[in-house]
């Protein structure tokens, strides 16, 4: 419980309270909706392949996207096309964006990361 309310003498009671748990959770259901396709705002075509997600999440984790969306002004209906990479290589961003794993290594993942502005792990 992060806080109680007493309505009856009025008193706010507020508990500290950390949950290690949470922000694995948060992250799978956030891919969850991405993968059925509930609440996206945003798609990304790449070599017609279309990718449905969150602009929220790839502005955190992107300073790229954070820019784009800023300056482009993007909507619910916005659609965004990247060119510079292989559909199957902004699948495996994607996912890690949204999981914090990698399947597989990107070749290029230096630049990719440069690319987007995001920091991959040094292992891959």
């Known amino acids: ?34 993968l059925e396709g509930e609440f996206c705002d945003i798609a990304i075509v790449v070599e017609d392949v279309k990718f449905r997600a969150h602009r929220c999440v790839l502005a955190a984790c992107s300073t790229y996207f954070k820019k784009l969306f800023k300056k482009l002004e993007v909507d619910s209906s916005s659609v965004i096309e990247i060119d510079f990479l292989r559909s199957d290589i902004f699948e495996e961003v994607l996912n890690y964006m949204y999981t914090a794993k990698i399947s597989k290594s990107p070749t290029g993942k230096d630049d990719l990361g440069q690319r987007f502005q995001l920091s991959l792990p040094q292992n891959l």
């Not at 007493?6 to 259901?29: A, E, M, P, R, W």
């Open 1 to 34: 419980m992060i806080f109680s309310l007493d309505t009856g003498n009025d008193i706010y009671s507020i508990i500290k309270y950390n949950d290690d748990d949470h922000k694995t959770v948060f992250l799978k259901t956030l891919n969850e909706q991405r």
